[in-house]
Structure formats: structure tokens, C-alpha cells
């Protein structure tokens, strides 16, 4: 059995005095009241700071997905560079498995690589937007592409090299040097408009300008099969170098060979000049195989003189 009890509240002034009742259903409606108000407060403040929270978490989130993309365009573009990089490099190794005497690689052989070692995806690509899951998968992919191509062309550079050991004197007699420093590059081999009388011709070499008086190197070991004034050549220069292999050197202002002299690759043999059929100072340089003018530019492989 209950008790009903009253609680009065009694308040005193100079002029006045208050009293207030209070029954056992009042009290605990008015504390009712004020935990459900607490409550209220309470609730309304944690979803203010959640949503603060929530906001930063986001703004961060955004950050570091704009980070991301960025970094993966990144990579991409560097990947494109590299790639170009690995097609010059296989066009060399064509070339240096040609000049050393070795079979070119078969294209089958060389899609398939060497092997390599599959990367693991890590476990933040769960956590990613698909988009973005994708790309670094497929960034993943092309890494590992790239790196079965360095593998496969550091073993082909392997055996060229262990070829060419056991190949060097017949390596010294290919032309393989800038014959010139300095300059740049003019006309170059294939056909061109004449500049003298405009006619459309085929260039046999490739001119360097550069001023009169530049060291001439010789590209590779050999003979000097010519040197004096040839009409429109100038003055000349033939060395022919063993394995089928001649060069000459044309328009000349100084000559320091002699008909039948031996050379070794880097010796200088001359002076650039403007002597002959010549419109300015330059060097005409041909590369010719059993006959055939062939690309200088497929025959620098070092800096002029080493």
C-alpha cells in the first residue's frame, strides 16, 4: 500500500509569502519532463557534432580521391613515356643484334617476354570507387608488362654483350661514332630538293653543320682507300673498314690521311670545309654495307672520338 504524500514548497518575502503543493504525480511528472528536455538536448548536440564530424571526414575523403586520380594520370603519362622508351630500346637492340652478327628476335618471343613476377593487388583497392579500382588494377597490369620488357631486353643486352666479347675486333671495324661534335643535323639521308639547282635527288648521307675547321673522327678501324679533291665532293676522304663497310667524308677543309694508311676509330683524319659542290660549311658523311648507302643515323652508338 502507497503512501500519498504531499510536498510543499514555501517561499518568504518582506510582504509576502508563497506556498506551492506539490503531490507525488507532479514531482515525477516534472522530472518526466526534464530527462525527456535533457534527452532532447542531448540528441539534437550528438547529431550536430556527428554531422561536423561527418562533413571533415567527407572533405578529406575528397582530398584524397582528387589525389588519387591525379596520381594515377601521373603514372599513367609515365607509363606512355616508357613505353616509347622500351620501342626505341627494342629498335636498338634490332640494330646491335644486326651490326654483332646475331638473329633479331623473334616478335612472338619477344610479346612473350621472360616472365616476371605477378603483383599482388593490395586490399585498399576494396575500399575504392570502381572507377577508381579499376585504373590502379589495370595500372598494376601495365607495370608489370613494363617490367617482363626491361627483364627481356637487359637478357638480349646479356648476350649481345657476351657476343660482342668474343667479337670485338670485327665490332671496331663498324662505324659507330658521330663523326663530327657540335653542330646539328641538315639534310638527311633520302631524297630532298637539291640546293643548288633544285632538283629532287637522293641524298646518299647526312650533312652536319658545323663551322670550317671542326675535327673529323674516324667512325670505326680501317684503310684510307682515298683522300684528295674529288669535283663536286671536294676535298675527300674513303676509309674502308672490314665486313663490308666504307665511309666517306666530303667537302673538306684539311686532309691528314694519306692513300693506304691504317686508322683506328676516334683518330682524327680531317678538317670540316666548304670546298666543292657546297652551298655553306658543313660535313657530307655516307655509310655504305657491300655497296649500299645505308642511314648514319643507324650507326651512332658513342660520342665522337671515344
Do not use: C
Not at 570507387?129 to 617482363?148: F, G, M, N, T
Not at 667524308?249 to 666548304?274: A, W
Request: aromatic share 10%; charged share 25%.
Amino acid at each position: 500500500m502507497f503512501l500519498k504524500r504531499k510536498y510543499i514548497l514555501h517561499a518568504e518575502s518582506d510582504s509576502d509569502i508563497n506556498q506551492w503543493h506539490f503531490s507525488n504525480a507532479k514531482i515525477l511528472a516534472l522530472v518526466t519532463i526534464s530527462l525527456v528536455v535533457l534527452s532532447s538536448f542531448l540528441l539534437v548536440g550528438a547529431d550536430y557534432v556527428s554531422q561536423i564530424l561527418y562533413d571533415k571526414r567527407l572533405k578529406e575523403f575528397k582530398s584524397n580521391y582528387a589525389s588519387v586520380v591525379n596520381n594515377i594520370d601521373e603514372i599513367q603519362l609515365r607509363l606512355k613515356e616508357l613505353d616509347q622508351q622500351i620501342i626505341q630500346i627494342e629498335e636498338k637492340d634490332r640494330a646491335v643484334r644486326s651490326y654483332a652478327g646475331m638473329p633479331e628476335v623473334d616478335k612472338d618471343i619477344r610479346k612473350l617476354g621472360i616472365g616476371g613476377v605477378a603483383i599482388k593487388e593490395p586490399s585498399i583497392l576494396n575500399n575504392l570507387a570502381p572507377a577508381v579500382s579499376k585504373e590502379i588494377s589495370d595500372l598494376h597490369l601495365d607495370i608489370e608488362k613494363l617490367s617482363r620488357q626491361v627483364n627481356f631486353e637487359l637478357a638480349s643486352y646479356e648476350k649481345i654483350y657476351e657476343r660482342v666479347k668474343t667479337d670485338i675486333n670485327r665490332i671496331r671495324h663498324i662505324p659507330s661514332i658521330r663523326p663530327v661534335e657540335g653542330g646539328f643535323l641538315n639534310s638527311n639521308f633520302g631524297y630532298r630538293q637539291d640546293p643548288i639547282d633544285n632538283v629532287r635527288r637522293f641524298h646518299q648521307g647526312q650533312d652536319f653543320a658545323v663551322p670550317t675547321g671542326t675535327p673529323i673522327f674516324a667512325p670505326a678501324d680501317g684503310i684510307v682507300k682515298r683522300a684528295y679533291y674529288i669535283g663536286g665532293f671536294g676535298n675527300h676522304i674513303k676509309l674502308e673498314h672490314s665486313s663490308g663497310y666504307t665511309t666517306t667524308f666530303s667537302h673538306l677543309s684539311k686532309i691528314f690521311v694519306r692513300h693506304g694508311q691504317k686508322i683506328k676509330r676516334g683518330d682524327v683524319i680531317g678538317e670540316t670545309g666548304n670546298t666543292g659542290r657546297s652551298t655553306a660549311p658543313h660535313l657530307h658523311y655516307e655509310v655504305h654495307y657491300h655497296g649500299t648507302p645505308k642511314d648514319p643515323l643507324d650507326y651512332f652508338f658513342s660520342q665522337s672520338g671515344n
